[in-house]
C-alpha cells in the first residue's frame, strides 16, 4: 500500500468538522506539527485509570468519541486521536498494533503485553511516535513486535478484549510457522 492509503478515514477514526476546527489551530509542519499535535492529545485527554469505565469503552470508541469523552482507557485511544488529528491535516499515519518482545517469549494469551504506536510519513520517510508517550522513535528495537498496520483497530479487526487476544493469538501462530 502507498503512503495515500494511509490518509483514508477509518470507520473508528471518521474525520469530523470537530476534529477540522481542532487541526485548524495548528501552524507547525513536518516533526514540529507531530509534537504540536501530541501536545494537543495530552492536554485535551486524560488517562483514566478506572478498571470499569476501561472495559466498557476498550476499543470500542471513536476517535471523535475520544475526544468528546476527554478520557482515554490506553495507548489505543491516545493514539486513535493522534492519527485522526494528523490525517486531518493531511499526513498519511498507519496504526499500529505492536506486541512486547517478552510478551512473544512467554506466549501468555490471557495476559497480552502490547503497545499500539504510529506510523507518521514525514520527508518522504515513516517515524514511529508513540503518541500515548509523546515520543519518536526510530526503530521498535528489540522491545516490540509489530503485529499488525492499518487504518484503525477495527480495520485490523480488534474491536474488544475477545478480538485482542484472537489477533495477538494469530500473530502467535504464524511466528510459529516460520
Sequence with gaps: MNDSFYLQDGKQMEITSTMREIV????????????EI???????????????????????????????DGFATGCTDYALVFIALMRAKGIPVRYVE??????????????????????????????????????????YGKQYQVVATG????????????TLREKFAEFLKNRALV
Design 38 to 68: 501530541l501536545r494537543w492529545v495530552h492536554h485535551h485527554v486524560k488517562q483514566n485509570t478506572d478498571s470499569e469505565y476501561k472495559n466498557e469503552r476498550f476499543r470500542k470508541r471513536t476517535a471523535d468519541q475520544i475526544i468528546k
Design 24 to 35: 485548524d489551530g495548528f501552524h507547525a509542519d513536518s516533526v514540529a506539527l507531530v509534537f
Design 98 to 139: 505492536a506486541a512486547k518482545s517478552s510478551w512473544v517469549e512467554k506466549k501468555d494469551i490471557d495476559h497480552i503485553e502490547g503497545h499500539v504506536f504510529a506510523e507518521v510519513f514525514l520527508n518522504k520517510a515513516w517515524f514511529i511516535v508513540d503518541p500515548q508517550a509523546a515520543v519518536i522513535k526510530t526503530w
Design 151 to 162: 487504518l484503525d483497530s477495527w480495520d485490523i479487526g480488534i474491536q474488544d478484549f475477545e
